[in-house]
């Protein structure tokens, strides 16, 4: 059987400067227990290139349906980056990546001429949930009102004895204005108020953000569902009494969500095109919800 020619990058290497991106910042290859679900027989008639950057919330997600695709197409090679949405937008917009993830419409980024020579394509929904030290939630913070979540992420409140917590300060792990889950986690978290800066532990590398919400005391910050299915070391943080959980998302109850997208300029050619046709077929379904993600046809409401 030919070797796998996979290799996901966590970093924007040698695409843009060294900037701390997406949700790790060292070099990986995906996990072969993505294998399982895919039980086509192996084909070694597709070959090819794709090349993706783009959203950090998105990127595990693709690792492993890459992992999984490659099974079955051993002459395709598939190289992932991540960046942040609007740095993924950016390349596929300019040619240079086939693939534009994206946790945002091309129009929020991209001016109107650029937009509009992308095609979305729409995967997945993502949760974003808000995590904090284990030594917050233990010294009784378990949720928090929206107004509440407002005023910490907006700078206001900077105790989290204000809050029912601990005495000691609120420590903000912030990501750039460049990244889609920040976008996302301010629209439909803090209702649009603009997020107070942490310049000192500032990335929009997702595995950086939990790790550093793990080992600050006091600190608190967010992440997709997907950065959570394990033991992560933090604690997620209910908002007016509603966890973050794929359930309450499906039925409406739980607000901070997006749909995420993958993006072409213009159709995508054979072998892009089977790939996207993979991550977004019925059978990679079951696959999505054991890494975080929601399948978007099982959402009760599309809009919020």
Not at 161 to 183: C, F, M, N, Q, Y
Request: with cysteine.
């Amino acid at each position: 059987m030919k070797m796998k020619k996979f290799i996901a990058l966590l970093t924007v290497a040698g695409m843009t400067a060294t900037m701390a991106v997406g949700c790790g910042s060292s070099s990986n290859e995906t996990s072969d227990n993505a294998a399982d679900t895919n039980t086509e027989s192996s084909d070694s008639s597709l070959s090819g290139t794709i090349t993706a950057a783009g959203s950090s919330a998105l990127k595990p997600l693709a690792d492993d349906a890459a992992d999984s695709f490659l099974n079955d197409h051993p002459d395709v090679s598939i190289t992932i980056d991540a960046g942040g949405s609007g740095e993924g937008l950016k390349q596929v917009s300019e040619g240079t990546v086939d693939i534009g993830n994206s946790d945002v419409a091309a129009e929020d980024k991209l001016d109107e001429t650029a937009a509009k020579e992308l095609v979305d394509h729409q995967v997945c929904v993502v949760t974003m949930a808000p995590i904090v030290n284990k030594d917050v939630a233990e010294a009784g913070v378990k949720s928090l009102t929206k107004e509440q979540l407002i005023s910490i992420f907006t700078g206001k409140t900077t105790n989290w004895k204000d809050v029912g917590g601990p005495d000691e300060d609120i420590v903000l792990v912030t990501r750039p204005e460049s990244s889609g889950t920040r976008a996302t986690f301010q629209k439909y978290a803090l209702d649009g108020n603009e997020e107070a800066s942490n310049t000192s532990m500032e990335t929009d590398d997702s595995g950086v953000l939990l790790t550093n919400v793990k080992s600050t005391n006091g600190a608190i910050g967010y992440v997709a569902l997907s950065y959570l299915t394990g033991d992560a070391g933090v604690e997620t943080v209910a908002i007016d009494d509603v966890e973050p959980t794929l359930e309450n998302t499906y039925s409406g109850k739980y607000p901070v969500w997006i749909f995420e997208h993958m993006y072409t300029k213009g159709e995508p050619n054979e072998v892009t095109k089977a790939f996207l046709d993979y991550i977004t077929g019925d059978e990679y379904g079951a696959q999505m919800e054991k890494l975080g993600y929601g399948v978007a046809s099982k959402m009760t409401v599309t809009e919020h």
